[in-house]
């Protein structure tokens, strides 16, 4: 027979006191926060009648996710940061916002400051290409009404041909394959870098560890990550995911969506390939547009919750 002691005076004021409610210091929504999530755990714990062992064991569970820093890959692989996206999209629905590229997920492996080009980058530093075929990739930025985007801030990152990132992979120069590309009067980007791979979660890794319990796998397609964003327009997180990958529609991380698979073309061509500057006979091209939705103007209640020195500019 299940105890359950959660909704009881004492308990209730105790997770009400640990939340920090019975003082007026700190951050009220971080107490609300933490309210719900001690409440719910407590919850899981008397309803699944989850054992000390099992407790302690997920506590261990959560202090080598952090030190392994995979809670962001974690938090993929379980479908969260997806219900996010979808949440979103609700939520767009039910104001009636619709077009635009869709989005999906950012992943954890993002880095703020790469280099800024104006309308096109080469993104890769060279030392791959004794093995990595080279990529063009371009596509026009536009808005909802098909009108080019000029200025935009193209901020893309990809992995290399072994699935690493860099600067989470120390053998990799300095933003190597991440770039921020501001696109032409014609709402242009282009790049050249090299055809990324696809990759899993680290085999001995927490986040592999409980895929495993789970019964999944932990692999990725080769994909491209993006952040557009442009004054006046909503930013956009997504990417794409290239055609003919084996996890193409079975990602662990939930990314693909219809409307975001990059149909890359390999050309074996040695004249096309001079063309291009190349010495050897192999490329290949990859050519996707964006949509972004205008942002939508704020209303009463967000004009009112600004700042006055923001209200007043």
């Not at 080279?134 to 909802?144: A, I, K, N, S």
């Amino acid at each position: 027979m299940t105890v359950k002691v959660s909704h009881t005076a004492e308990v209730q004021d105790l997770f009400k006191e640990a939340s920090g409610l019975n003082n007026d210091q700190g951050s009220p929504r971080l107490k609300q926060l933490t309210l719900r999530i001690i409440s719910d755990i407590a919850r899981i714990v008397e309803d699944l009648e989850v054992s000390d062992d099992e407790f302690w064991k997920a506590v261990d569970y959560l202090n080598r996710l952090g030190g392994r820093n995979e809670a962001g890959l974690l938090a993929a692989g379980l479908g969260i940061e997806h219900f996010l996206d979808l949440l979103q999209d609700a939520k767009d629905a039910q104001v009636g916002l619709s077009g635009g590229t869709p989005r999906t997920i950012e992943g954890p492996l993002y880095v703020a400051g790469a280099p800024v080009c104006e309308g096109e980058a080469r993104m890769d530093d060279g030392t791959e290409l004794d093995q990595a075929t080279v990529m063009f990739l371009e596509g026009v930025v536009r808005d909802t009404d098909g009108q080019p985007v000029a200025g935009a801030v193209v901020d893309l990152w990809h992995a290399n041909t072994q699935g690493n990132y860099s600067y989470f992979d120390k053998s990799q120069s300095a933003y190597n394959l991440r770039r921020r590309i501001v696109t032409d009067a014609e709402g242009r980007y282009r790049a050249r870098s090299i055809v990324p791979c696809g990759y899993g979660c680290a085999p001995d890794g927490p986040t592999q560890e409980c895929l495993d319990l789970l019964g999944r796998h932990g692999q990725r397609p080769a994909h491209i990550h993006f952040f557009i964003s442009a004054p006046a327009y909503r930013h956009l997180t997504t990417q794409i995911n290239l055609a003919g990958e084996k996890y193409l529609w079975d990602d662990f991380a939930y990314a693909t969506r219809d409307g975001l698979v990059g149909d890359i073309q390999f050309v074996e061509d040695a004249a096309a390939a001079r063309d291009r500057g190349l010495d050897g006979n192999r490329f290949a091209t990859l050519e996707f547009n964006f949509q972004l939705q205008k942002a939508p103007a704020p209303t009463a209640e967000q004009r009112s919750a600004r700042p006055r020195a923001l209200q007043d500019a």
